[in-house]
């Protein structure tokens, strides 16, 4: 994952509520007869998979570029914070 701002494409109000989706592996052994499970190892990550993020708001998923893309089209503007409640 990248260490740059997200924008979801989609809904396009979120910023800051994402999931990351991960592919996992888990290898498995089948009996070759009766197709049943035999053995199920733990699950591991693919390696060199893209990240897929997912738009808490919306749902909408996508690869990670669209969701970076999407915020340098669109950054956020600082804000100034109002000092009258200090
Ligand atoms: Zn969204």
Do not use: H, W
């Not at 994402?18 to 693919?46: H, Q, W």
């Not at 390696?47 to 915020?71: H, L, S, W, Y």
């Amino acid at each position: 994952m990248e260490d740059k701002p997200y924008f979801c494409p989609n809904c396009r109000s979120n910023r800051y509520k994402f999931s990351r989706i991960t592919t996992f592996s888990t290898p498995f052994r089948k009996d070759a007869i009766t197709g049943v499970l035999l053995e199920k190892d733990e699950p591991v990550i693919v390696p060199d998979v893209e990240d897929i993020i997912q738009c808490q708001v919306c749902q909408f998923t996508g690869n990670e570029m669209r969701f970076i893309k999407q915020a340098e089209r669109e950054p956020r503007t600082q804000t100034t914070v109002p000092t009258m409640y200090t």
